[in-house]
């Protein structure tokens, strides 16, 4: 039998919805990575071979509409539109089934085939609701196919309909409106031809555009769907057409189409989706508190503050295991080494350069898992989207983008992945001032120098010392992005704002004031000075719906609220194992490399080995660093040197600390009473070590994070100026605490 043509399908799906799981379910080891042309967003391509079928899968950026706004976006809909992609299989979360099907609903609209996997329906068991997979298909006319990517279910019956939904497509739409026909004026009936069917006028709007289409010459494969664009008044669309429509188009009608796509949703949920209105109801009290106009903060700081308590509380009564052990470790390492009589320079090398750093990093990894376990929890269970609702109007206000919330969260783990996230912000500017910000938020890695100082000199307030490193970070971020902001001139910013179309944006529904979860909106900012946001899709929100009906603002800000729920233990741990690995992973290697560094560099001087860490080529560069630091606090020749070893990554100050000292392990009750003696001797205070961890907090970041930057900025210049701000910006504001202090205390 002759082999079949290859067909190429394009994987489309919300980020998180399980979609780049199911792909690679498929392609396993033939996955192709690489980068799209010219862009630094990744793209995904793997081959499969089911019966006589040969297929091309690739693997799409996660979006949340086809708007053609963000990267994201644009490659998506580019590739779509002008690949030869033969099916669409669209991945939709089945636990979040409203919010996904806004994307699901512009896919049908393409005109291509489309097949729709649900995935996830374990966690839709687990919340006790059933979704009706024979009405479904019925009310949008594609295959609805139930899948679990993490249990690798439904995988054949999907590609089975993959490969036949190409030449055989559903036929029967079953969600006629009798009310609707009976009264239309419409001489079309085009609820027997479409699952997305809009009002009269609309309707009306695309024959009069699609004749005139055609009249004009211009050729489409759909073009009802450049007609919906057109109105929509996607710019893209408008230059392609190259037509004067204005007697047809008086105005956007974005707010409109895609409202009356929600209320089309709305009726699908209400007949597919059964037992949900208890679980939206217990989310509804809940947001009742957790995002209300002026609770809502202080609960979140609230929380972020137990977070703090219970990294410390327990994390250290775990820690002393560890220390423990690594003493053990590191006394019977000595003994054995000087019992087969290595050369003594060798012996140096593993017990001070080697076990001393990367064992004082190690110390502190109960304290690091205790942090990610508790943030995964609040990330599992919902909490964390309401953070960013509750933000918003404060970063608004202060000049800062609602939507670089999400990439600023994700700071708080390790700022490589939350400068990628910037790549979300279409304007460049913005992106820009988002990423200056992004470093200021205290990632994982600069956890143990806190836990090490504040331990040492704040005792029994060592968790508020740390916790403040968090605030401060905040507060200096914000300061900077409405310093920028203002200097890069705030009118401009708004009439730049203001030309824009709205993008995807959600029906406003719901009776209270808060959030309604499950539901897709648009929340809306009333502050002028703000930029266009967004921030995936979103839930109702009935105080915004004035705002939302209507485009004088322009800046609508969607979030993603779903629906509280009981943590999954397994995505916990997933989410706690990836970031402990990374954390092992530093220190099995930069941390490992850059104590080895450090030991050579205190060892050896002009003259070779030195006796005296003194005369070391450390102690030169250090005593070079140290007036300018002085003025801070911080003038210390070991501790300049610890804080230039601390960007290849910032756990590399506490092993640098323990070598530069010759202290077996820092962390440990005995490392810090030895270490704290040491300090103290040399006149280091408890206000000294404060001002060391606001430089550690806002000084330039890693090599990795600035490599990342320099990337995603394209610009060597906007990364050097990152780089001298930020540092600059250190020692700055660890001078003024440093010397505030000094007249206080």
Same mark, same amino acid.
């Given at each position: 039998?002759?082999?079949?043509?290859?067909?190429? &399908?394009?994987?489309?799906?919300?980020?998180?919805?399980?979609?780049?799981?199911?792909?690679?379910?498929?392609?396993?080891?033939?996955?192709?990575?690489?980068?799209?042309?010219?862009?630094?967003?990744?793209?995904?391509?793997?081959?499969?071979?089911?019966?006589?079928?040969?297929?091309?899968?690739?693997?799409?950026?996660?979006?949340?509409?086809?708007?053609?706004?963000?990267?994201?976006?644009?490659?998506?809909?580019?590739?779509?539109?002008?690949?030869?992609?033969? &099916?669409?299989?669209?991945?939709?979360?089945?636990?979040?089934?409203?919010?996904?099907?806004?994307?699901?609903?512009?896919?049908?609209?393409?005109?291509?085939?489309?097949?729709? #996997?649900?995935?996830?329906?374990?966690?839709?068991?687990?919340?006790?609701?059933?979704?009706?997979?024979?009405?479904?298909?019925?009310?949008?006319?594609?295959?609805?196919?139930?899948?679990?990517?993490?249990?690798?279910?439904?995988?054949?019956?999907?590609?089975?309909?993959?490969?036949?939904?190409?030449?055989?497509?559903?036929?029967?739409?079953?969600?006629?409106?009798?009310?609707?026909?009976?009264?239309?004026?419409?001489?079309?009936?085009?609820?027997? *031809?479409?699952?997305? &069917?809009?009002?009269?006028?609309?309707?009306?709007?695309?024959?009069?555009?699609?004749?005139? $289409?055609?009249?004009?010459?211009?050729?489409?494969?759909?073009?009802?769907?450049?007609?919906?664009?057109?109105?929509?008044?996607?710019?893209?669309?408008?230059?392609?057409?190259?037509?004067?429509? /204005?007697?047809?188009?008086?105005?956007?009608?974005?707010?409109?189409?895609?409202?009356?796509?929600?209320?089309?949703?709305?009726?699908?949920?209400?007949?597919?989706?059964?037992?949900?209105?208890?679980?939206?109801?217990?989310?509804?009290?809940?947001?009742?508190?957790?995002?209300?106009?002026?609770?809502?903060?202080?609960?979140?700081?609230?929380?972020?503050?137990?977070?703090?308590? @219970?990294?410390?509380?327990?994390?250290?009564?775990?820690?002393?295991?560890?220390?423990?052990?690594? *003493?053990?470790?590191?006394?019977?390492?000595?003994?054995?080494?000087?019992?087969?009589?290595?050369?003594?320079?060798?012996?140096?090398?593993?017990?001070?350069?080697?076990?001393?750093?990367?064992?004082?990093?190690?110390?502190?990894?109960?304290?690091?898992?205790?942090?990610?376990?508790?943030? !995964?929890?609040?990330?599992?269970?919902?909490? $964390?989207?309401?953070?960013?609702?509750?933000?918003?109007?404060?970063?608004?206000?202060?000049?800062?983008?609602?939507?670089?919330?999400?990439?600023?969260?994700?700071?708080?783990?390790?700022?490589?992945?939350?400068?990628?996230?910037?790549?979300? @912000?279409?304007?460049?500017?913005?992106?820009?001032?988002?990423?200056?910000?992004?470093?200021?938020?205290?990632?994982?890695?600069?956890?143990?120098?806190?836990?090490?100082?504040?331990?040492?000199?704040?005792?029994?307030?060592?968790?508020?010392?740390?916790?403040?490193?968090?605030?401060?970070?905040?507060?200096?971020?914000?300061?900077?992005?409405?310093?920028?902001?203002?200097?890069?001139?705030?009118?401009?910013?708004?009439?730049?704002?203001?030309?824009?179309?709205?993008?995807?944006?959600?029906?406003?529904?719901?009776?209270?004031?808060?959030?309604?979860?499950?539901?897709?909106?648009?929340?809306?900012?009333?502050?002028?000075?703000?930029?266009?946001?967004?921030?995936?899709?979103?839930?109702?929100? #009935?105080?915004?719906?004035?705002?939302?009906?209507?485009?004088?603002? #322009?800046?609508?800000?969607?979030?993603?609220?779903?629906?509280?729920?009981?943590?999954?233990?397994?995505?916990?741990?997933?989410?706690?194992?990836?970031?402990?690995?990374?954390?092992?992973?530093?220190?099995?290697? %930069?941390?490992?490399?850059?104590?080895?560094?450090?030991?050579?560099?205190?060892?050896?001087?002009?003259?070779?080995?030195?006796?005296?860490?003194?005369?070391?080529?450390?102690?030169?560069?250090?005593?070079?660093?140290?007036?300018?630091? /002085?003025?801070?606090?911080?003038?210390?020749?070991?501790?300049?040197?610890?804080?230039?070893?601390?960007?290849?990554?910032?756990?590399?100050?506490?092993?640098?600390?323990?070598?530069?000292?010759?202290?077996?392990?820092?962390?440990?009750?005995?490392?810090?009473?030895?270490?704290?003696?040491?300090? #103290?001797?040399?006149?280091?205070?408890?206000?000294?070590?404060? !001002?060391?961890?606001?430089?550690?907090?806002?000084?330039?970041?890693?090599?990795?994070?600035?490599?990342?930057?320099?990337? *995603?900025?394209?610009?060597?210049?906007?990364?050097?100026? %990152?780089?001298?701000?930020?540092?600059?910006?250190?020692?700055?504001?660890?001078?003024?605490?440093?010397?505030?202090?000094? @007249?206080?205390?």
């Amino acid at each position: 039998m002759e082999q079949e043509k290859e067909l190429q &399908v394009g994987f489309v799906g919300n980020p998180n919805c399980g979609k780049t799981t199911l792909f690679n379910a498929y392609t396993g080891a033939r996955l192709k990575v690489a980068n799209w042309p010219g862009v630094t967003v990744e793209k995904k391509e793997g081959a499969l071979k089911y019966h006589k079928h040969q297929f091309k899968l690739v693997d799409l950026p996660g979006i949340y509409s086809l708007t053609s706004y963000t990267m994201e976006e644009k490659l998506t809909r580019q590739f779509i539109l002008n690949s030869d992609v033969d &099916v669409i299989v669209d991945v939709a979360d089945a636990s979040a089934l409203e919010r996904n099907l806004y994307l699901t609903l512009q896919l049908i609209e393409l005109g291509k085939p489309v097949v729709l #996997a649900l995935n996830m329906m374990d966690i839709v068991q687990e919340r006790g609701m059933e979704i009706d997979l024979h009405r479904l298909p019925e009310m949008l006319g594609i295959p609805c196919i139930p899948v679990s990517a993490r249990k690798r279910s439904g995988l054949q019956i999907l590609i089975h309909t993959v490969a036949h939904h190409k030449e055989k497509r559903l036929s029967i739409l079953e969600h006629q409106h009798p009310d609707q026909q009976s009264t239309s004026r419409h001489k079309h009936n085009h609820h027997e *031809e479409f699952a997305m &069917v809009y009002d009269d006028v609309i309707e009306d709007k695309i024959d009069e555009l699609t004749e005139r $289409m055609k009249a004009a010459g211009f050729v489409s494969p759909n073009y009802r769907w450049h007609a919906l664009k057109l109105l929509e008044q996607d710019e893209e669309i408008m230059g392609q057409v190259g037509l004067d429509l /204005s007697d047809i188009i008086d105005r956007s009608y974005e707010t409109d189409i895609i409202n009356e796509k929600y209320d089309f949703i709305e009726e699908v949920i209400e007949e597919c989706l059964v037992n949900k209105q208890t679980k939206a109801a217990f989310t509804d009290r809940v947001d009742r508190l957790l995002t209300h106009r002026y609770l809502g903060l202080p609960m979140f700081l609230c929380i972020m503050a137990a977070v703090f308590f @219970l990294t410390f509380f327990i994390g250290d009564w775990l820690k002393g295991y560890f220390e423990e052990f690594l *003493e053990w470790f590191s006394g019977k390492a000595a003994d054995g080494l000087a019992a087969v009589k290595v050369n003594a320079v060798l012996s140096s090398l593993v017990v001070d350069g080697i076990i001393s750093g990367v064992g004082g990093i190690l110390t502190f990894l109960p304290n690091i898992f205790i942090l990610f376990l508790a943030l !995964a929890f609040l990330e599992d269970s919902g909490y $964390m989207s309401r953070v960013a609702y509750v933000m918003d109007g404060l970063m608004g206000k202060l000049g800062l983008s609602g939507r670089a919330f999400i990439p600023m969260v994700l700071g708080f783990g390790c700022s490589v992945p939350a400068v990628m996230a910037s790549r979300a @912000l279409e304007d460049p500017t913005d992106r820009r001032r988002t990423i200056f910000v992004i470093p200021f938020m205290s990632c994982s890695a600069k956890l143990p120098v806190y836990v090490l100082f504040s331990e040492m000199f704040f005792g029994k307030n060592a968790m508020f010392a740390a916790f403040s490193m968090y605030l401060a970070g905040m507060a200096v971020g914000i300061a900077t992005a409405f310093v920028m902001s203002r200097a890069g001139g705030q009118k401009k910013a708004e009439d730049e704002a203001e030309g824009q179309t709205w993008k995807a944006a959600g029906k406003v529904s719901g009776k209270s004031g808060s959030p309604v979860a499950g539901q897709d909106m648009t929340f809306a900012n009333n502050v002028s000075s703000v930029e266009e946001t967004k921030i995936g899709a979103a839930v109702s929100c #009935a105080s915004c719906k004035k705002a939302c009906s209507r485009r004088e603002t #322009a800046n609508p800000l969607l979030i993603e609220l779903p629906e509280y729920k009981t943590p999954n233990a397994r995505t916990i741990a997933i989410y706690v194992w990836d970031k402990v690995r990374d954390y092992l992973t530093k220190a099995g290697t %930069t941390i490992f490399i850059a104590s080895i560094l450090v030991w050579f560099i205190l060892n050896f001087g002009p003259k070779g080995l030195v006796g005296d860490m003194g005369e070391s080529f450390g102690a030169m560069v250090g005593r070079a660093l140290a007036p300018v630091l /002085s003025t801070a606090g911080i003038g210390l020749w070991q501790i300049a040197l610890a804080l230039i070893s601390g960007l290849a990554a910032k756990e590399v100050v506490v092993s640098s600390i323990s070598v530069l000292f010759g202290i077996g392990n820092a962390g440990s009750p005995s490392g810090m009473a030895e270490l704290s003696a040491l300090l #103290a001797g040399m006149g280091f205070t408890a206000l000294n070590a404060y !001002a060391l961890m606001v430089f550690v907090l806002l000084y330039t970041p890693c090599v990795a994070t600035i490599a990342v930057i320099r990337r *995603e900025l394209g610009s060597v210049k906007w990364t050097a100026a %990152t780089i001298m701000y930020q540092l600059f910006i250190a020692w700055f504001v660890s001078t003024v605490v440093y010397q505030a202090g000094r @007249l206080f205390l």
